[in-house]
Nanobody
Framework: QVQLVESGGGLVQVGGSLRLSCAASGRTFRRYALGWFRQAPGKEREFVAAINWSGGNTYYADSVKGRFTISGDSAKNTVYLQMNSLKPEDTAVYYC?????????????????????WGQGTQVSVSS
């Protein structure tokens, strides 16, 4: 059973920083990707960033590129999202997600349908 546990959310002022963590357990993630999505009240869940363990590639939404950095520690099965220069529009519940087995297939990191497992989410609030 795959489990994803997020941590690191909180309240921060505009321009501040937070680091989210997602600890994954239940399988070896070398053939998978881990991603971050977010959902603000009244809006659909949207892609933020992802990392593909097998190739080490990273992907970002245009809205966070240059401000957020995704990284991973394969030994700990943990992925991080460093968020800098936070804006009020970054306020949302942030979810960690683990993809299906990507062996021999194409992968669209921005599609939530690529992800089989989701964490419970962690709230990020940015005050102006």
């Amino acid at each position: 059973q795959v489990q994803l546990v997020e941590s690191g959310g909180g309240l921060v002022q505009v321009g501040g920083s937070l680091r989210l963590s997602c600890a994954a357990s239940g399988r070896t993630f070398r053939r998978y990707a881990l991603g971050w999505f977010r959902q603000a009240p009244g809006k659909e869940r949207e892609f933020v960033a992802a990392i593909n363990w097998s190739g080490g590639n990273t992907y970002y939404a245009d809205s966070v590129k240059g401000r957020f950095t995704i990284s991973g520690d394969s030994a700990k099965n943990t992925v991080y999202l460093q968020m800098n220069s936070l804006k009020p529009e970054d306020t949302a519940v942030y979810y960690c997600a683990a993809s299906r087995d990507l062996t021999g297939t194409d992968y669209n990191p921005r599609s939530r349908y690529e992800y089989e497992y989701w964490g419970q989410g962690t709230q990020v609030s940015v005050s102006s």
